[in-house]
Every structure is written in structure tokens, then in C-alpha cells.
């Protein structure tokens, strides 16, 4: 992920910079039980007071490693005060509904049955195809995740939105992040509190990144999220057995990002969080689908949700989308927090 921050404004990126393609599918990403991560030795927080804590179930980041997103980004930690000093965070009963925006062409059906929605994605004579999770399964996700009304608006043309890709890379055209969410903006209905556009098209939001999965601009309460470069043998690499799977849990962690974003969480830069950055699908896959106990204080403070419910909700949720691992995670969480 890169962050990028636009004048007067809080602009957020996942992105992958020039040069930081991974050169095989990553390995799978691990829980605190399995021991070692990628990056080291896990720290685990020890239990504390407060029931956010409770039972450390939390894991700290790492140091650092070479080419990962904190190398690369400096950033400074967004405490609890400075979120809720921004007043137009909280939302109101005129303004409270999450909306998903799906952009042009999205996949509509499997190849097979039960099977992630496809669709095939033809540039310059290359055919790819590209999987996304439909907009109604990630729009009952995000309204567990994040406790808030949230709907699904009928597909546009992305043509509507800007007149083309702006840059090509790879063979694949890609969009610029910001022409689509000046667009984007425009169109914010009324009962807003944000809207995050879906896209199975390439994208970036700076010249020097090779792309973005995702861009958002918080004040501007808009967001978008590709889901093109989730997938390994978009860029030419191998995919593993089980991707569609993997696929489905990085698409929950974007959108997730993205709309955590538009709520006005910054970076977390302390925990193993939803809210991490990171700089490519390897990072993306260390990172948990749960809000670090920071980020969950904020979102708190921003929603009145009953934690331990929302956390039960959760783990049914993912368990009937195959996400055991979050699912047993959630489900945990809810027994300590009862």
C-alpha cells in the first residue's frame, strides 16, 4: 500500500510500487497459534483491563522487514483524540448508509457452481479472468464489519465516469484513482456517509506506483477498490489450489480497508490490523480480517455496535463463505468478550 496524501485532505492507498511484484503466489497467511510469520518472531499482547484486550488475542507488528510497507512509507500513528476530532466523522440519522458502487462490466457468474463470479478481461489481445465476490455478499459483510446501513447501487459505466484508462502497464489499461473518485464524488447520495466504488479494471493513483488495489479520500468520503491485481496470474504468475478462497479473503480485506478509510482511520501501525498498509499481496495476506484493539477503539467511538455480537455475526458470516480462520477468530472473540 502507499500513502498519499492530497492537499487539505486525507488521501489513503493500497498500493504496489515499481518493482515490489511478488514473483510467485505468496504463502498463505498464518495466525498466531502457527508460530513463526513471514516477518519474524510474533509478539502476542499480553492481556490488559480492558475487555478490547481481553485475552490477548492481538498481535503486535514485527519490526520491520525490507520492502515491506513500513520501509517504504513513513507515517505518523492517528491516536484515538485526533480521530474523534474531526466532527463530521460520526454518522448521522440523515447520513449513515455505506454504499457500494460497482463499476463497469462487474463478474455476475461462476464458471463453476458455488464458484467465485467471473469475467473475462480482454487487452490487447490478452484474455484474463478476473474473480470478484458479488456486491451483495460483501455488502452483508461490510455491514457486520463495520455496523452501519449498507447498500449496493446499480452498476455504472465506467465510461460515464472518465472517458478511458489513463495509462497502460503490462498490457493491462489502468485508471487513475483520482479522476475517478473527482467523478465518483459528484454522485454521493444524499444519505451517504460514504461510497466505495467496485472495479475488476486495473488502477493507480500515482505515477510512480505500478498500481493500487485501492484508493481513498476521507473527506471526500469516497473510495475505490480493484480487484484485478488480487489474483496472481493477473500479472502473469502461478496461481495455488486454493485461490478462489484466497481471493475472497483479500477482496473482504480491501473493501474493508477502503471503507475503514473513509471512516477516517488512518494506518494502524502497531497491531496486525485490517487497517495495515501494505505493499503487496504478501503483506495483504499477513494482515488479519479484524480491527487491531486501536482501530476497534475508534470504530467503537464512531458506532454503537454490542462488540461480542458483532463478533458472533461475523464468525457465522465467514463460515458460510469458507473463511474458517476468521470464522474460529471471531467466534473466539465473542466467547471472551460474553
Known amino acids: 500500500?502507499?500513502?498519499?496524501?492530497?492537499?487539505?485532505?486525507?488521501?489513503?492507498?493500497?498500493?504496489?510500487?515499481?518493482?515490489?511484484?511478488?514473483?510467485?503466489?505468496?504463502?498463505?497467511?498464518?495466525?498466531?497459534?502457527?508460530?513463526?510469520?513471514?516477518?519474524?518472531?510474533?509478539?502476542?499482547?499480553?492481556?490488559?483491563?480492558?475487555?478490547?484486550?481481553?485475552?490477548?488475542?492481538?498481535?503486535?507488528?514485527?519490526?520491520?522487514?525490507?520492502?515491506?510497507?513500513?520501509?517504504?512509507?513513513?507515517?505518523?500513528?492517528?491516536?484515538?483524540?485526533?480521530?474523534?476530532?474531526?466532527?463530521?466523522?460520526?454518522?448521522?440519522?440523515?447520513r449513515r448508509t455505506l454504499y457500494l458502487q460497482p463499476l463497469g462490466r462487474y463478474p455476475e457468474a461462476g464458471i463453476l457452481a458455488g464458484d467465485l463470479p467471473s469475467l473475462p478481461l480482454i487487452e490487447e489481445g490478452l484474455v484474463t479472468f478476473v474473480f470478484a465476490p458479488p456486491p451483495e455478499e460483501l455488502r452483508d459483510f461490510i455491514a457486520l464489519f463495520y455496523g452501519l446501513p449498507t447498500e449496493v447501487r446499480d452498476e455504472i459505466d465506467l465510461a460515464s465516469l472518465v472517458p478511458g484508462p489513463a495509462r497502460v502497464r503490462r498490457h493491462h489499461g489502468q485508471f487513475n484513482a483520482h479522476r475517478m473518485l473527482r467523478a465518483l464524488g459528484a454522485r454521493l447520495p444524499e444519505d451517504a456517509f460514504s461510497m466505495t466504488a467496485l472495479m475488476v479494471r486495473d488502477l493507480y493513483a500515482e505515477?510512480?506506483?505500478?498500481?493500487?488495489?485501492?484508493?481513498?479520500?476521507?473527506?471526500?468520503?469516497?473510495a475505490v477498490a480493484s480487484f484485478v491485481q488480487l489474483d496472481p496470474q493477473f500479472i502473469g504468475h502461478a496461481r495455488r489450489d486454493d485461490f478462489r478462497l484466497r481471493l475472497r479473503e483479500r477482496a473482504y480485506k480491501l473493501v474493508a480497508h477502503e471503507v475503514g478509510h473513509t471512516l477516517g482511520m488512518e494506518h494502524c501501525d502497531e497491531f496486525r490490523c485490517v487497517m495495515n498498509g501494505v505493499a503487496d499481496v504478501g503483506e495483504l495476506d499477513e494482515a488479519p480480517l479484524h480491527l487491531g484493539p486501536q482501530c476497534l477503539e475508534k470504530f467503537l467511538w464512531l458506532v454503537d455496535v454490542a462488540p461480542a455480537a458483532r463478533y458472533a455475526e461475523l464468525s457465522e458470516h465467514y463460515q458460510r463463505h469458507g473463511l474458517e480462520s476468521s470464522a474460529r477468530w471471531a467466534r473466539l472473540r465473542a466467547r471472551r468478550l460474553r
Open 1 to 94: 500500500m502507499t500513502h498519499a496524501r492530497l492537499a487539505g485532505s486525507l488521501a489513503l492507498a493500497l498500493a504496489l510500487l515499481v518493482g515490489c511484484a511478488e514473483q510467485a503466489e505468496p504463502p498463505p497467511a498464518r495466525s498466531p497459534a502457527e508460530g513463526q510469520s513471514r516477518a519474524g518472531p510474533q509478539r502476542i499482547v499480553e492481556p490488559r483491563a480492558d475487555p478490547l484486550y481481553a485475552g490477548g488475542d492481538f498481535e503486535l507488528l514485527p519490526p520491520p522487514q525490507g520492502g515491506s510497507w513500513r520501509t517504504r512509507v513513513r507515517e505518523k500513528s492517528q491516536s484515538l483524540r485526533e480521530f474523534q476530532a474531526d466532527e463530521r466523522l460520526r454518522p448521522t440519522e440523515l
Open 207 to 222: 505515477e510512480a506506483q505500478e498500481y493500487a488495489f485501492g484508493h481513498a479520500i476521507h473527506e471526500d468520503r469516497v
